[in-house]
């Protein structure tokens, strides 16, 4: 009897989850940055927070580490480390923060959310990576969600010209340092770059760190340990999967991905705030998903199909068949 033997499994095809499934932690996990920022954005100022939020980060990152043996990247890495350091880490965390106190949550949205576009763009002219498409449609259709989102919670009167420009600025440096950060990822592992990324941005925020102390000290437990859980999962782990999902595909991609936060947010806002979301932020959240869909898609060409092998016993009767109808 002839048994049909099973496909052989590429080592991709046990690879192809993990990406996906990094992206979704980070996006799970910065949409939870949000929540927590309500109420450590309250007791710390923003370089205070964000000199915590990385110092936190850097000792759990470089725990694990020295747990892992890792050791240091090669020298090639380092200047994507110390411009995503500087960039992201560091001045995007500032200017976010200072930001969003000027401004409202909605407005401060659809202002970040000109990154993902950035990023896309950059990364084209900068890593010539192209823009297909399918990941431009995409982006235009989460935008536009994002849009919605931001105008369904944006207050009255509380969108200062100051508030927007430091929103603006905190977009620009995030997609620089995503840039910035993709070229390193080939020079290292997404743990090392992560850890070094986010020490580089502690010591940059260092000058910030007498506003750390006097705040710490005045602060409710509830704010410092929102300041923590910032540190150990939006910053630690989130940082470390996007960076081991950037590293599998192109920045472009990575960037639309991200538009799934503000959906995520609106869901959490309801579930752990309860906040009832208004049809239009629901609607804005679905759009998000859409494009994020749309964006993530892979075109499938006529070269790339997969056509199923055919079983052995299927083979040999077509082989017999056509020696009987030859000539």
Same mark, same amino acid.
């Given at each position: 009897?002839?048994?049909?033997?099973?496909?052989?499994?590429?080592?991709?095809?046990?690879?192809?989850?993990?990406?996906? *499934?990094?992206?979704?932690?980070?996006?799970?996990?910065?949409?939870?940055?949000?929540?927590?920022?309500?109420?450590?954005?309250?007791?710390?100022?923003?370089?205070?927070?964000?000199?915590?939020?990385?110092?936190?980060?850097?000792?759990?990152?470089?725990?694990?580490?020295?747990?892992?043996?890792?050791?240091?990247?090669?020298?090639?890495?380092?200047?994507?480390?110390?411009?995503? /350091?500087?960039?992201?880490?560091?001045?995007?965390?500032?200017?976010?923060?200072?930001?969003?106190?000027?401004?409202?949550?909605?407005?401060?949205?659809?202002?970040?959310?000109?990154?993902?576009?950035?990023?896309?763009?950059?990364?084209?002219?900068?890593?010539?990576?192209?823009?297909? /498409?399918?990941?431009?449609?995409?982006?235009?259709?989460?935008?536009?969600?994002?849009?919605?989102?931001?105008?369904?919670?944006?207050?009255?009167?509380?969108?200062?010209?100051? /508030?927007?420009?430091?929103?603006?600025?905190?977009?620009?440096?995030?997609?620089?340092?995503?840039?910035?950060?993709?070229?390193?990822?080939?020079?290292?592992?997404?743990?090392?770059?992560?850890?070094?990324?986010?020490?580089?941005?502690?010591?940059?925020?260092?000058?910030?760190?007498?506003?750390?102390?006097?705040?710490?000290?005045?602060?409710?437990?509830?704010?410092?340990?929102?300041?923590?859980?910032?540190?150990?999962?939006?910053?630690?782990?989130?940082?470390?999967?996007?960076?081991?999902?950037?590293?599998?595909?192109? *920045?472009?991609?990575?960037?639309?991905?991200?538009?799934?936060?503000?959906?995520?947010?609106?869901?959490?806002?309801?579930?752990?705030?309860?906040?009832?979301?208004?049809?239009?932020?629901?609607?804005?959240?679905?759009?998000?998903?859409?494009?994020?869909?749309?964006?993530?898609?892979?075109?499938?060409?006529?070269?790339?199909?997969?056509?199923?092998?055919?079983?052995?016993?299927?083979?040999?009767?077509?082989?017999?068949?056509?020696?009987?109808?030859?000539?």
């Amino acid at each position: 009897m002839t048994t049909t033997p099973a496909p052989a499994e590429t080592p991709s095809a046990h690879r192809d989850w993990r990406a996906p *499934a990094a992206a979704c932690t980070t996006v799970l996990l910065w949409a939870s940055a949000f929540v927590s920022i309500r109420s450590a954005g309250e007791a710390y100022s923003p370089g205070a927070l964000a000199l915590g939020r990385l110092l936190t980060g850097s000792v759990a990152l470089g725990a694990l580490l020295l747990l892992r043996r890792e050791g240091l990247p090669s020298r090639a890495a380092w200047p994507g480390i110390i411009k995503s /350091g500087l960039l992201w880490f560091g001045l995007y965390m500032v200017l976010l923060n200072w930001g969003e106190q000027q401004v409202d949550a909605g407005t401060a949205a659809m202002v970040v959310n000109i990154g993902p576009l950035l990023i896309a763009l950059l990364g084209a002219r900068m890593l010539g990576e192209g823009l297909p /498409g399918r990941l431009l449609a995409g982006m235009a259709v989460s935008f536009a969600g994002a849009v919605v989102v931001g105008l369904s919670i944006s207050g009255h009167g509380n969108a200062s010209v100051p /508030g927007v420009v430091l929103c603006l600025l905190a977009a620009v440096a995030y997609a620089a340092g995503v840039v910035g950060q993709k070229p390193a990822l080939r020079h290292g592992s997404a743990l090392q770059i992560t850890t070094f990324g986010c020490l580089v941005g502690a010591v940059a925020c260092l000058p910030f760190s007498g506003a750390l102390i006097s705040d710490a000290a005045a602060a409710p437990l509830s704010a410092t340990l929102n300041m923590v859980y910032l540190g150990l999962f939006p910053t630690a782990l989130a940082f470390t999967t996007w960076a081991y999902a950037l590293a599998r595909t192109t *920045a472009g991609r990575m960037g639309a991905t991200t538009y799934a936060v503000p959906a995520l947010v609106v869901l959490m806002s309801w579930l752990l705030l309860d906040e009832v979301p208004a049809p239009l932020a629901v609607g804005g959240g679905l759009l998000c998903l859409a494009g994020v869909a749309v964006s993530r898609a892979r075109t499938q060409t006529g070269l790339t199909r997969k056509i199923p092998a055919q079983p052995v016993e299927g083979r040999r009767h077509d082989a017999e068949r056509r020696g009987t109808e030859r000539p």
